[in-house]
């Protein structure tokens, strides 16, 4: 089941799904696989014959969950989402190839450009696209870019890039259209620890340009 | 050593039910494309559901039995053969040491699991033993199993001396798997965007199953459905069975390994209960749409569920029976 809010990228709108996200998370049922949220949209992933097998007297499973969905957003009026009291710092070497060109594009000197990516505190909207690819927002206007207009073929794990108003690291290496602007030595998503991806929906993130020296020291892809 | 690949196959995975709780993450369920065929393949041979298969494809690959086990194939039939005897499909035999597993030809579906009394060992990752070929976790090393590769499978006490004769009757298979070419969905999210024609279209015309189609995704190839207006769509969830309506005026159905995401509009999904038939189509074959109320899918999907456990309950009792376990 899918609960939309909009159609757009907004920190508030966004604020509401994380917290109708956490929400969840502290009123299960049996029957409740997991809630998945995006940038405007909540989905409910439940199992069907285990709710009905739990209240056989129920006509329609969907009309129960969503009768119960209903129930948590209303009870959740002024809930705040809960961000950790950290902030995730993300070191990036700031060499990406796209660098010069964005900057050049916005009017403004490549110094200028990691100054502003830097400055900011990002919101994790929503992870997808790949395991641990976090969509983070938003980015200030003065670096804001659009797609390439055709991706890469490959882009390598660790890459930093902006798409409109978004910005993000590609986990794995993949084919990508975002315009990149550095690379991370941090595994973002490691399959070897129990807690693999560095992010959840919600948290808030900070970038730290690093030299290329301190980059290879810590290079851990 | 109990089993050696040794021949590859096309692609020879690892697979459960799936792994739930890190969609939040980017991480979706992965887990065997025909749950219903997965799990009947592990019934037959004695197991509980959630033990591991292997999801075999054609061209499929040829398996060394080292020591005696107990299997069971479900699903595709690809002519398997064991030292070049044929051997059933949706009935377990016994197979013996030094001998051969071989498919010689795809005659229907295209995904066949053999399960071992017991079950395959195999890597867990984030609770699920499924292969993840995208970050290469899970089953055997995150990977299809190539040449060379051995598993080890648990040592059975059973007494070898017997073939099994317990089956599924072709009249259960049917309420599963027929009709082959019709497929029931449910209208989604985006639905409403589609122009009245394209609507029509959707559950009036035949589509065919591309090439281009994998674990990830079949992409289907018809006539071309168009939205009312342009729409930008910003990324939301999806589900296996999604049906997303591509840029081109194609559509991909959404399978096992998706992507946890997507932006392209969701015009419809196939419902769970004919998952399992859709992932046996074959690239090339026709599927035709019809659409379904919600509480219909929802009773298909609690009638599959009953026939699981009956079939469950069968095979458990003649496992039972045929090896004299109380």
């Known amino acids: 089941m899918l609960v939309s809010f909009d159609n757009i990228i907004d920190k508030t709108i966004n604020e509401k799904v994380i917290a109708l996200h956490q929400a969840f998370a502290k009123r299960f049922f049996p029957g409740l696989i997991e809630t998945v949220p995006a940038y405007s949209s909540l989905a409910v992933f439940y199992d069907t014959d285990v709710i009905k097998k739990n209240n056989p007297k129920i006509k329609s499973v969907f009309g129960f969950v969503k009768a119960f969905t209903e129930q948590v957003i209303s009870g959740m009026d002024d809930v705040m989402i809960q961000n950790d009291e950290c902030i995730i710092s993300v070191p990036v070497y700031y060499n990406g190839d796209d660098l010069g060109a964005v900057a050049a594009s916005n009017g403004i000197t490549t110094a200028e450009l990691v100054n502003i990516h830097t400055e900011k505190i990002y919101l994790v909207f929503m992870i997808g696209f790949q395991p641990g690819f976090a969509y983070m927002g938003e980015v200030d206007k003065r670096i804001a870019t659009p797609r390439l207009a055709s991706p890469r073929s490959k882009v390598p794990a660790g890459s930093v890039g902006i798409a409109g108003s978004q910005t993000g690291i590609y986990p794995f290496a993949s084919p990508g259209g975002w315009k990149l602007i550095g690379q991370t030595p941090i595994k973002i998503f490691d399959v070897k620890k129990s807690e693999p991806c560095l992010f959840k929906p919600g948290d808030r993130v900070k970038f730290v340009s690093i030299s290329k020296t301190v980059f290879k020291k810590i290079n851990e892809y | ?326």
């Open chain 2, 1 to 326: 050593m109990s089993i050696k690949i040794i021949k590859q196959g096309v692609l020879t995975t690892l697979q459960d039910l799936g792994r739930n709780g890190f969609r939040a993450i980017g991480v979706g369920t992965g887990g065997a494309m025909d749950l219903f065929a997965a799990s009947v393949s592990n019934y037959l041979a004695g197991n509980d559901d959630s033990n591991t298969v292997i999801e075999i494809n054609y061209p499929a690959a040829e398996i060394l039995f080292e020591k005696d086990g107990l299997v069971s194939l479900a699903g595709a039939d690809f002519t398997a053969l064991v030292d070049d005897k044929p051997m059933p499909l949706w009935s377990p035999f016994i197979i013996r040491k030094d001998s051969v597993l071989k498919f010689k030809k795809p005659a229907a579906g295209s995904k066949v699991y053999l399960a071992v009394a017991g079950g395959w060992p195999a890597e867990n990752w984030l609770g699920s033993s499924s292969t993840n070929l995208h970050v290469k976790a899970g089953g055997y090393l995150g990977r299809s199993l190539c040449k060379g590769d051995e598993l080890q499978f648990e040592a059975t006490s059973l007494p070898m001396n017997r073939q099994p004769s317990w089956n599924i009757s072709q009249f259960e298979l049917d309420k599963i798997y027929k009709p082959a070419n019709i497929i029931r969905c449910i209208r989604s999210v985006e639905w409403e965007l589609m122009d009245a024609t394209s609507k029509n279209n959707f559950s009036q015309l035949q589509f065919t199953v591309s090439n281009q189609s994998d674990r990830m995704g079949y992409r289907l190839n018809g006539e071309k459905l168009n939205l009312s207006d342009t729409i930008e769509l910003i990324s939301s969830p999806v589900d296996a069975g999604t049906i997303q309506l591509l840029p081109d005026g194609n559509v991909i159905v959404l399978m096992a390994d998706h992507q946890t995401t997507g932006g392209y509009p969701r015009i419809a999904s196939v419902i769970k209960a004919d998952l399992p038939k859709f992932s046996q189509l074959k690239p090339g074959q026709l599927v035709s749409f019809q659409l379904l109320e919600m509480q219909a899918a929802e009773e298909a999907l609690i009638s599959m569920r009953c026939l699981l456990n009956e079939i469950k309950y069968g095979c458990h009792f003649n496992f039972k029976k045929h090896f004299n376990i109380d």
